[in-house]
T-cell receptor
Framework: GAVVSQHPSRVICKSGTSVKIECRSL??????MFWYRQFPKKSLMLMAT?????????EQGVEKDKFLINHASLTLSTLTVTSAHPEDSSFYIC??????????????FGNGTRLTVT | EDKVVQSPLSLVVHEGDTVTLNCSYE??????LLWYKQEKKAPTFLFML????IEKKSGRLSSILDKKELFSILNITATQTGDSAVYLC??????????FGTGTRLKVLA
């Protein structure tokens, strides 16, 4: 149980275009999902907290107009990287907690999306 | 500022060795601590710790939390090459999110 699916696993796009990444909870409902970014050989940096039916909460230093988050249902959150630039190239990974909230059950991660902007 | 620090940053051992990984934290309102193993893609869950002094165990891995001294350790006994990975520690500081530490990169040599 508690499977999180992330798509696509890998994407290459041209500078200036937008890319959408989907994160789905397959066998549970996720009121809250989290989006992380990971640089090579570095840890996970929290970008934003995605809340179903409301606006996302962004961490300090993360541009909300550049990284658009939509959490339209209890099983789907999307991250859109708008007007992508080469410095946006990174590994993006989503996570969600199953029943009881994050203090009572662990985060389960998607397999991540490696974005390369040329 | 909430902070999670792991040590060592990297570690090379031989098969059969025992390793201890450390995670110390400074957060405003501690709620829980998670340990993960990350090989290539998604981190896989190892342990969730909320209470001090209670050891959690899974096979050769075990972990314990000390809420007074603000740290947790992850022990791996009789290491195998398959244990080579980055081990991540994350802490929930009471603001409904998790902050991840720097990670410890473990390499186990045959």
């Amino acid at each position: 149980g508690a499977v999180v699916s992330q798509h696509p696993s890998r994407v290459i796009c041209k500078s200036g275009t937008s890319v959408k990444i989907e994160c789905r909870s397959l066998d549970f409902q996720a009121t809250t999902m989290f989006w992380y970014r990971q640089f090579p050989k570095k840890s996970l940096m929290l970008m934003a907290t995605s809340n179903e039916g409301s606006k996302a909460t962004y961490e300090q230093g993360v541009e909300k107009d550049k990284f658009l988050i939509n959490h339209a249902s209890l099983t789907l959150s999307t991250l859109t990287v708008t007007s992508a630039h080469p410095e946006d190239s990174s590994f993006y990974i989503c996570s969600a907690s199953s029943s009881g909230g994050i203090y009572n059950s662990p985060l389960h991660f998607g397999n991540g999306t490696r974005l390369t902007v040329t | 500022e909430d902070k999670v620090v792991q040590s060592p940053l990297s570690l090379v051992v031989h098969e059969g060795d025992t390793v201890t990984l450390n995670c110390s934290y400074e957060v405003t309102n501690f709620r829980s601590l998670l340990w993960y193993k990350q090989e290539k893609k998604a981190p896989t869950f190892l342990f969730m710790l909320t209470s001090s002094g209670i050891e959690k165990k899974s096979g050769r891995l075990s972990s314990i939390l000390d809420k007074k001294e603000l740290f947790s350790i992850l022990n791996i006994t009789a290491t195998q090459t398959g244990d080579s990975a980055v081990y991540l520690c994350a802490v929930a500081p009471g603001t409904y999110k998790y902050i991840f530490g720097t990670g410890t990169r473990l390499k186990v040599l045959a």
